[in-house]
């Protein structure tokens, strides 16, 4: 299970010492330098005032490479973050094992992405980056000063951004488009979601797997039964669980001290949603067994929904048309201007719609879109509804899909909290799977690679 998303990593690298994630900037040799990945923030190499010593090779990994440099800058920001945590550090070849271990997994990653042919261009790199900015209430413009205040080189941070959503390409391919969702499936998981937790409220869950291969043999699961139970025992104890999911946990939020954070409850893993909403905050689970292997949960907060969703909905209604190589801009126009002159004289606007109108979806409908929120129509569209009253006409305007000739037929406030929650659930049940498919995913590009560490 992992903490998914780029935009978070502008603010864990600004807003926290050290960030709350980290990357690597180091260039690789040039044969490796195409696979080379992080799925942590992006952070710079310390600056050595008395020369540069060589590099050296930690690990090899197919036909690629884990570089020394790259291991020391991951392990000292991971230490920075976790002091920040007030998490107690491991042992340092625990954690140096935790960390080489990660950056196994992004260059096997890595390499996969780049024979599949997965690119991230400037301009999808860009838009990421702006959303990042705006996110932080950061100029775009400003956001390399921002982030050299902060510690970062510019080009660096963007090429650990561009390795990350190469690899989130990647594992929506291989991955979460696989899974699938029945509708079946989704009323049986919101009707036993409310025999588990309080639907309105938001639980902040840590988590420890130790993973067990699919083809392991019995003594290979004593084995990690025992871990699981001793790991169990010594949490009973008093021991940190943060402390012991940083030492001894598989999963991909082990640097994380196995924080998943807050989640809804229809995002909380399938293995863990019937266990959460019995927990009193600061509990544990016991050992639960699941495909990946041996997992212990703890609940460490809750707290309280927002409650009913109430939401702005317009009914409307419209006739598209389209330029051609015979009609432009000032003829389309012209047209739905005389349209809008024959409305208001009597003539039916549906009628009208049925017959002239180039959208298919509503057309046959005339032109009828339904009640929805005017958020979910492109911007242009959305601005010319703001405009008008109910039962009002508009002028038309243009918008990225053609002319529209738009009537409102009316506005209305509803609690929207079942829509928002079957939408919520489809997404975030198919992404609870995604995260336990994620890890037999990457167990088994670890089992299929060639890795060789070396002392």
Not at 53 to 82: C, I, K, M, Y
Not at 318 to 347: F, P, W, Y
Not at 402 to 419: E, K, V, Y
């Amino acid at each position: 299970m992992r903490l998914r998303g780029i935009e978070i990593w502008l603010a864990s690298s600004l807003l926290l010492a050290g960030g709350t994630q980290a990357a690597v900037s180091a260039s690789k040799s040039d044969a490796a330098a195409a696979s080379a990945a992080t799925t942590t923030t992006p952070v710079p190499r310390a600056k050595a005032s008395h020369g540069v010593p060589l590099d050296r090779v930690v690990a090899v990994v197919n036909d690629g490479v884990v570089l020394q440099s790259e291991l020391d800058a991951q392990v000292h920001e991971f230490t920075q973050r976790l002091n920040a945590q007030n998490v107690n550090l491991p042992p340092a070849n625990v954690l140096r094992d935790q960390v080489l271990e990660r950056l196994v997994l992004e260059e096997i990653q890595a390499q996969r992405a780049q024979k599949a042919g997965i690119a991230v261009s400037d301009e999808q790199l860009n838009a990421a980056m702006e959303r990042m900015a705006q996110a932080q209430n950061i100029p775009f413009a400003q956001l390399p000063e921002k982030l050299a205040e902060a510690g970062y080189v510019y080009t660096d941070f963007r090429g650990g951004i561009r390795k990350q959503m190469q690899r989130e390409i990647l594992q929506q391919r291989d991955v979460i488009q696989r899974i699938n969702i029945s509708p079946r499936e989704l009323e049986q998981y919101l009707e036993k979601q409310k025999h588990t937790v309080n639907a309105d409220n938001e639980y902040n869950v840590s988590h420890i797997l130790v993973a067990v291969a699919q083809d392991a043999d019995a003594n290979t699961m004593v084995a990690a039964r025992k871990k699981i139970q001793d790991i169990a025992s010594r949490i009973a104890a008093g021991e940190a669980f943060s402390q012991m999911a940083v030492t001894y946990s598989d999963s991909q939020t082990a640097l994380e001290g196995g924080s998943l954070g807050w989640l809804k409850p229809q995002a909380i893993p399938t293995f863990l949603a019937d266990v959460i909403g019995r927990l009193k905050p600061g509990e544990t689970t016991g050992i639960l067994q699941t495909a990946t292997g041996f997992h212990i949960a703890r609940l460490n907060e809750v707290r309280t929904g927002s409650g009913p969703q109430m939401v702005e909905q317009a009914h409307i209604r419209h006739i598209l048309l389209k330029t051609s190589e015979v009609l432009d801009n000032a003829t389309v126009e012209q047209k739905l201007l005389d349209m809008r002159k024959r409305i208001v004289a009597g003539e039916d606007f549906a009628v009208l719609a049925a017959a002239n109108s180039q959208d298919p979806g509503s057309a046959v409908q005339g032109g009828d879109l339904g009640w929805s929120e005017t958020s979910a129509y492109v911007p242009e569209f959305a601005a010319e509804a703001a405009k008008l009253k109910d039962n009002e006409i508009g002028m038309p305007f243009r918008s990225g899909y053609g002319w529209h000739l738009m009537q409102m037929l009316g506005r209305r406030t509803i609690d929207n909290s079942d829509n928002v929650a079957r939408d919520q659930a489809y997404g975030q049940l198919r992404a609870s799977r995604a995260d336990e498919a994620t890890e037999l995913w990457l167990q088994q590009l670890h089992d299929e690679a060639y890795v060789e560490l070396k002392p």
